[in-house]
């Protein structure tokens, strides 16, 4: 097989070390290759994936590669995997030297006396969505299991959800973080350029009408409405916050005319693959899940992303994204379709990001993007008109920094003398209610709008100031008269601010980014 440059790179510096590595390439960028490639040149190769539903699918991946190999599975596993074998003229060989099996049934086997493997052979261990793997939890045993192992991860977002390291020098599994040196940069954007990638346009919900789930979640918008209007006829997946609610949002879009599905945990594995198999003939259009299909899940025909459900976790976001990403025959644009503003949060999909398994706080240092207020379209916030539609960049003459729920009033300094003429305010005292109205509450956006700007003059990044805007001390009466007086406003009290800002980020450990 022939390999892409930085496939080649990557494969280069892998065979050249004998340490376990841990290697970054974003979903779509042809990571099947390089195992391919490994598990053709080792002896003895054990390829695991972190989920029952992806050993199928890695299956026919090997297949395509003409890789002989055999499953540590079910018999619907082992049928399911020969039927996919068809169309490449391979088929599962017993006594294979490389084998496919999922984490959860390799414990299993072990745990009843059932796995038959010599573990003191040399393997070597392919872990695909290698970010879960601690040497706490079940990905550890990996280590104490087979003692001359090799362990080679492959993942998309090195980073664990719960920001314990991936390193051995703090407990993880990896001696080093493997990259292409011509990725390294600006990988997404690059593997756009260059045709590996499908390139997106993001959505922000056209209404700003907060509606709220059964299950409390709040979104923004209508996603069947915004589905039916951006990317109606193209095939979806639609992140949800619980199954409940994966399963309404399936018979919404049914009743409106889009063909639609859900599938959960609660399913038996044959019900998923039945679903899942109508979802790849494009019988329908809208797959709900949870978190079913965020990780791992390859089908290049998937073009549009509805994000309903909320994530302080850029790995996962990037995890989600990429679903969308994949090059595919008739794909010419993928779509994302972000309802509850975890793009402002964690920027657009091809944000650049400096990856690094020792450090515990990863992610983008400034967002780049905001939405359009008529037609939702994001786009570079130093334009002066939305591309989609010529709307006014309305953000640039704001003081809205990147949260687009929020908007910040410019209230004539006049008002604030007034309101204290009329209400007799003391110069100790700030009245701040949740809504603001009338005189006082002109006193209070003036307050939280000087706060933002003195934000931004310290130059905190639009993340930081977007998690301060997100957070209950916005609209809480108690932040702002404990921490500020109206002369510290009318002073323009910069100092005040920033002892008060960073009193803020040490008591939510926060970390200006």
Known sequence: MKLRDYQRELLDAILASSTNDLVQLDTGGGKTAIEAELAKQAKHCLIIAHRNILI?????????????????????TRKQCARGHTQHGVHILSGATTLVCSIDTLISHHKHNRLTLDKYTEWLIIIDEAHHVVAENKWGGLRNLFAKARIIGFTATPARLDCKSLSTKHGGLFNRLVQAESLKNNSVRTLIQRGYLSDFRVYAPEDKQAKKTRDGMTIFGNPVTTYKRLAWGKRAVMMCPSILNAQEFA?????????????????????????????????????????????????PEIECLIIANTTQSLVRYRQWV????????????????DHVGVVAQHGMPDEPILWDIEAKNMGISALTHVPCRTCGLYFLATLLNCPGCNAEN?????????????????????????????????????YVGAQSCGAVGVSADKLR????TGLQSM?????????????GEYYTQSFWLNNFKLRDLERNNSARLKKVYKHWLK???????
Not at 459 to 471: D, E, K, Q, T
């Open 56 to 76: 199928a699918q890695i299956s026919a991946q090997l297949a395509c590669f003409k890789i002989h190999h055999d499953t540590i599975s079910s018999k619907y």
């Open 251 to 299: 018979r919404e879009f049914k009743k409106s005319g889009v063909t639609a599905a859900y599938i959960s945990s609660n399913q038996s594995a044959t019900e998923i693959t039945r679903v899942l198999t109508h979802f790849a003939r494009g019988d329908i259009n809208v797959m709900c899940n949870v978190d079913m299909l965020g990780e791992g899940f390859d089908m």
């Open 322 to 337: 990429g679903r969308v990403l994949r090059v595919s025959k008739d794909k010419k644009q993928a779509l994302v379709i």
């Open 394 to 430: 309305t953000y640039s003459s704001r003081s809205l920094v990147g949260d687009y729920y929020v908007d910040l009033k410019k209230i004539d300094f006049t008002l604030l003398e007034r309101a204290r003429k009329e209400k007799k305010l003391s110069e100790e005292l700030i």
């Open 449 to 452: 709008a000087w706060f933002i």
């Open 459 to 471: 130059n905190v990044s639009i993340r930081g100031i977007n998690r301060f805007l997100s957070s």
């Open 507 to 513: 008591t939510t450990k926060t970390t200006i980014l």
